[in-house]
C-alpha cells in the first residue's frame, strides 16, 4: 500500500516561531488560515476543518429544507 502524501505548505514566522501555514474557504466563501507547528498536524487540522465546514453546510441545507 503507498505512504499517504502529505500536501505541501506555506511556512510563516511568527514572534520568531515557525508554523505551516495553509487556507481554506468556509460555507459562506470566506478564507480561513489555519497554523500548525508541523505539517502532519497541519493537515489533520486541514481534514477537521473541511469536515466541520461540509457538516455545517449539509446542516444549513437540511434546516432551509424543512422551513420550506
Given at each position: 500500500?503507498?505512504?499517504?502524501?502529505?500536501?505541501?505548505?506555506?511556512?510563516?514566522?511568527?514572534?520568531?516561531?515557525?508554523?505551516?501555514?495553509?487556507?481554506?474557504?468556509?460555507?459562506?466563501?470566506?478564507?480561513?488560515?489555519i497554523y500548525a507547528k508541523t505539517q502532519?498536524?497541519?493537515?489533520?487540522?486541514?481534514?477537521?476543518?473541511?469536515?466541520?465546514?461540509?457538516?455545517?453546510?449539509?446542516?444549513?441545507?437540511?434546516?432551509?429544507?424543512?422551513?420550506?
Open positions: 500500500m503507498a505512504k499517504k502524501r502529505i500536501p505541501e505548505y506555506g511556512i510563516v514566522t511568527n514572534k520568531g516561531h515557525i508554523y505551516y501555514r495553509t487556507v481554506v474557504e468556509d460555507e459562506n466563501g470566506k478564507k480561513v488560515a502532519e498536524e497541519l493537515y489533520v487540522k486541514e481534514l477537521d476543518t473541511l469536515d466541520r465546514i461540509e457538516s455545517a453546510t449539509f446542516r444549513h441545507l437540511r434546516t432551509n429544507r424543512q422551513n420550506a
